[in-house]
């Protein structure tokens, strides 16, 4: 089965229909371009032929390229991979170029068959890399298309042309937010934008292209760097304004990235060096660099955690076998942060929601959460009143328990105090079916332990979301000692629903993300302490490309939360709590009513809008700087290994049950390094070996907590990898 389909209607037009078979959006494999090639031949020698439209016959354009294939290529390439990729993407230019030219005189520019492109929806990668090598584009108006080129998210940059095409039609500057930042557009936005020239209704989409191609003139089919005398908008980088740009965008970059994404230095390397070169020489810089990208062990390790694990889990990598289990009513019990955001995501995604608190006030205040958070969208004009209506409409708020009647799901989000969460959990079990499933989403107690106050403890499972519900992307899915597949099921099915990422772990203290987090801001406390300079740490960490430093992080999840867990984790582990230099820094804080951005005091210094201006200068008095500080690379290596070890120590004794969920959950739950593709994938690029290294010489300086864990060791003296022996999924033997 092919995926393009060819036919020349009645008026002369060849149609290129992409309809890729069995799949809901076309992705384009090395097959599907070789036949593209093969029409755009025919196409163009078929003197019946008037022009062409690209277009695709499902309701989107294209959703990019098959991932797969690039690793596929460079596995099957042997010794030389680098080749291989290179060829491959050159091979691409060569059939985009054949497309754009299409069939022109190069003397005299004249006799090129009009080539559009009619987009019926959303378009990303290599599908606008096809676009953009068209001569004119037109999308349709449908709600919630899309166009863009995303690549940079995965660490990669538009390699299919869209680099240079993009950044010639537009200028560097212009072209930053679609290349750099990876920004999907709305039609109206892709047209002001110059992605598009033209927004049309989806049913005159294909009459409208033709219209074109049938009378567009011989100057309308020769792009503007085909023509002599091009110059670049905004500037070659040796013009005056073209200089201050790239100086510009170099500096934007970096500030950015702090250089560890190579996928954006490469970019802007092939649109500077592009500029000051004919069009087809700067495709093939924009190849050379493509292919540098794709070699690098990081742009492999974000594809991989980023673009093909994180789908794999999302859809249903780790569900045990069982009936489809989606929610149709949900339970949420406690309408405070989490239980309101909760409620929201989840009417969001068209489910059912009774919302129930303490007291009615509470129960609305819950509600009324998701009624601001629609407003927000609605002001940026991603909701109309209508979806507003509807959303609200699915949320019933109210204190009364028999409303849970008929919910197949409950996730209760109450205090957290064992004795409300008993006291929840019996009076919820005495209104729903039989065969429903309840979840708690507490952050610090044992999923087991709870289970005991369910009299069907193999359907009570943990759901625990990050804070704010609405923007954090991971869900951890805990299971208890006796919790059964088809919680699992359910809780996965649900994650589904609401189009979350989930992972699934044993139920252990602070389960996987938190466990990992802890230690890191510890770590950074523990450097304040000792009397390591505040901004090292905070710089050092985001120059490792974390979001946030650890005393800033601190800072937002508040310091009187870090005191609880602290104290009830030294009452849990008596003696051997070994973490009292933190907590010497973090009560002297909480002492002073620094409890972080919400007392609009912490580490941080913060004006009367809770605005952070800087690290608070108290910090020197009570922690004086010492006179010898460490170099960088020591505060980076205890801030990784900090997190990165305890990630060890979780999928060794079988908490984390997959490597690969760790990875994912590292970024999306607390930004762990994204370059790196998460802590096994660190781990894998830099090897274990040094790893190992790394962790002997930071214990004989500070302590055990750095012991190489056995693992780790073993994966070292055998030379292996962390994803060469459980890449698919194994768990710790
Ligand atoms: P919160 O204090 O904002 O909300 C708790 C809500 O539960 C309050 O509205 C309270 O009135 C209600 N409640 C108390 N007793 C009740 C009862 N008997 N019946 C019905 N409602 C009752 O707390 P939160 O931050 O939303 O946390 C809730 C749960 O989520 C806790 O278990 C917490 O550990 C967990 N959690 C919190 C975060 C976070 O970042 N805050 C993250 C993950 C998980």
Redesign the pocket.
């Known amino acids: 089965m092919s995926d393009f389909k060819y036919h020349v209607d009645e008026d002369g037009v060849a149609i290129l229909t992409w309809d890729v078979p069995g799949k809901s959006m076309n992705v384009m494999t090395r097959e599907a371009f070789a036949e593209v090639s093969e029409m755009i031949d025919r196409a163009l020698a078929d003197d019946k032929v008037k022009g062409i439209i690209v277009t695709s016959g499902k309701d989107s354009f294209a959703g990019g390229m098959d991932l797969n294939v690039l690793a596929r290529i460079r596995e099957e390439a042997g010794d030389n991979p680098a080749q291989a990729l290179f060829d491959f993407t050159m091979s691409g230019h060569h059939i985009l170029r054949k497309l754009e030219r299409a069939g022109m005189d190069p003397k005299t520019l004249k006799g090129a068959k009009p080539v559009a492109c009619a987009i019926p929806g959303t378009c990303a990668g290599i599908g606008t890399e096809i676009a953009l090598a068209c001569h004119r584009r037109f999308m349709a108006d449908r709600p919630k298309a899309k166009i863009g080129l995303p690549e940079i998210l995965v660490g990669l940059f538009p390699g299919g042309g869209g680099t240079t095409r993009y950044s010639r039609m537009v200028g560097a500057m212009a072209a930053a937010p679609v290349l750099l930042e990876g920004k999907m557009l709305e039609p109206a936005k892709a047209k002001s934008a110059g992605l598009i020239d033209e927004v049309v209704s989806p049913d005159e989409l294909m009459a409208r292209a033709k219209e074109w191609v049938l009378s567009a003139k011989d100057d309308d089919c020769v792009k503007p760097w085909d023509k002599k005398g091009w110059k670049m908008p905004g500037g070659a980088p040796y013009h005056p304004a073209g200089f201050m740009t790239f100086v510009g965008a170099n500096a934007m970059v970096h500030a950015k990235t702090q250089g560890v994404y190579p996928a954006a230095k490469a970019l802007l390397s092939a649109v500077y060096e592009g500029a000051l070169v004919p069009f087809d020489v700067a495709l093939r810089i924009e190849a050379r660099w493509f292919t540098k990208v794709l070699m690098d062990p990081s742009s492999s390790a974000m594809i991989r955690s980023l673009f093909l694990n994180k789908e794999k889990l999302e859809k249903g990598a780790n569900r045990p076998e069982a009936p489809d289990q989606r929610v149709r009513k949900l339970g949420v ?7 309101a955001g909760i409620a929201h995501v989840s009417a969001l995604a068209g489910i059912d929601v009774v919302l ?4 009615q006030e ?1 129960a609305d205040r ?1 509600k009324a959460h998701s009624e601001a958070l629609l407003d927000k969208g609605m002001k940026r004009g991603k909701v109309t009143a209508e979806k507003k209506a509807e959303v609200l409409s699915r949320i019933t708020a109210t204190t009364d328990y028999g409303a849970l009647e008929g919910c197949d799901l409950v996730i209760e ?4 105090d064992p004795a ?1 969460k008993v ?2 959990t019996k009076k919820a079990e005495a209104v729903i079916p039989q065969d429903a499933i309840f979840a ?5 107690l044992p999923i087991s332990d709870l289970a005991k106050a369910s009299a069907r403890p193999d359907q009570f499972i943990g759901i ?4 704010p519900v609405d923007k954090m992307m991971l869900v951890e899915i805990i299971k208890g000692r006796q919790t059964g597949d088809r919680a699992v099921a359910k809780a996965l099915d649900y994650v589904r629903q609401i189009r979350k990422t989930p992972i699934v772990v044993n139920d252990a203290r602070f389960f996987y993300a938190n466990r990992c987090i802890i230690p890191y801001i510890n770590e950074g406390i523990r450097m304040v302490k000792e009397g390591v300079k505040p901004a090292l740490v905070e710089n050092a960490a985001r120059l490792l490309g974390f979001p946030v430093g650890p005393l800033q992080l601190v800072d937002e ?1 508040s310091i009187d939360l870090g005191v609880k867990i602290a104290k009830a984790t030294r009452a849990a582990m008596g003696d051997a709590y070994p973490d009292d230099a933190v907590d010497e820094v973090l009560f002297a804080m909480a002492e002073r009513g620094r409890l972080g951005r919400k007392a609009k005091a912490g580490f941080y210094a913060y004006d009367e809008k809770g605005t952070r201006l800087g690290l608070w200068e108290g910090l020197g008095e009570l922690w004086p700087v010492a006179a010898n500080q460490p170099d960088l690379k020591e505060v980076q290596n205890r801030l990784m290994m900090a997190q990165v070890l305890e990630a060890v120590r979780a999928f060794e004794e079988g908490v984390l049950m997959d490597i690969r969920e760790g990875d994912v959950a590292a970024i999306l739950g607390w930004g762990f390094a994204p370059w790196s593709g998460g802590p096994f994938s660190w781990l894998d690029i830099i090897g274990a070996r040094r790893a190992v290294e790394i962790c002997e010489d930071l214990k004989s300086r500070h302590g055990p907590r750095f012991e190489a864990p056995a693992l780790l060791r073993d994966i070292a003296t055998k030379g292996d990898s962390f994803y060469g022996r459980y890449g698919s999924g194994e768990a710790a033997a």
């Open positions: 019990l406690g309408a405070g942060m989490m239980g129930i608190d303490a007291s509470a819950g989000a109450v205090f957290e409300v006291e929840v708690t989403n507490t952050s610090t625990h979301f990050f804070s999840t």
